[in-house]
């Protein structure tokens, strides 16, 4: 019987691949800027295998992020009533900015000045993701 992942290292993983795919680096490249396999670099982000604090560090260097970006928002030593630190986002949240869709609609959204558009875009998929059926968070 295996143990699950801690929810730091789980965290810690899902931001790596979120930076990752924002740089449009493979696995396979991140590996092997750090003389590592894609496969432990796959370890890495779902959180199976902790990371060293040293290969904390190499990997901010290699995304081009201060060591903190890799753990802000994540789970705290002293973790609130829902396991996060306060303020911090609920965990679909960086589940979805680690995927290359959540990436790419954010990154699309977000160059659209006009308020209003917003507005009626966050509105149109309120309105498809409720024909879905219920909140499955």
Same mark, same amino acid.
């Given at each position: 019987?295996?143990?699950? *992942?801690? *929810?730091?290292?789980? =965290?810690? %993983?899902?931001?790596?691949?979120?930076?990752?795919?924002?740089? +449009?680096?493979?696995?396979?490249? !991140?590996? &092997?800027?750090? %003389?590592l396999t894609f496969q432990q670099i796959q370890k890495y &982000?779902? @959180? #199976?295998?902790?990371? +060293?604090?040293?290969?904390?560090?190499?990997?901010?260097?290699?995304?081009?992020?201060?060591?903190?970006?890799?753990?802000?928002?994540?789970?705290?030593?002293?973790?609130? *009533?829902? %396991?996060? /630190?306060? @303020?911090?986002? *609920?965990? =679909?949240?960086?589940?979805?900015?680690? #995927?290359?869709? %959540? !990436?790419?609609? #954010?990154?699309?959204f977000t160059r659209i000045t006009d308020s209003k558009m917003?507005? /009626?875009?966050?509105? !149109?998929? &309120?309105?498809?993701?409720?024909? &879905?059926?219920?909140?499955?968070?």
């Amino acid at each position: 019987m295996s143990k699950a *992942p801690n *929810p730091v290292d789980k =965290y810690v %993983g899902s931001r790596v691949r979120m930076r990752r795919i924002m740089l +449009g680096m493979s696995q396979e490249k !991140l590996g &092997e800027a750090l %003389g590592l396999t894609f496969q432990q670099i796959q370890k890495y &982000e779902k @959180g #199976t295998n902790r990371v +060293g604090a040293s290969r904390i560090q190499q990997i901010a260097e290699i995304l081009q992020v201060p060591v903190s970006f890799l753990f802000e928002g994540g789970p705290s030593g002293v973790p609130g *009533p829902d %396991g996060f /630190s306060e @303020g911090a986002s *609920p965990s =679909y949240v960086s589940d979805f900015l680690a #995927t290359s869709e %959540g !990436l790419a609609l #954010t990154k699309a959204f977000t160059r659209i000045t006009d308020s209003k558009m917003r507005r /009626s875009i966050v509105d !149109l998929v &309120e309105q498809i993701a409720a024909r &879905e059926g219920p909140d499955k968070r």
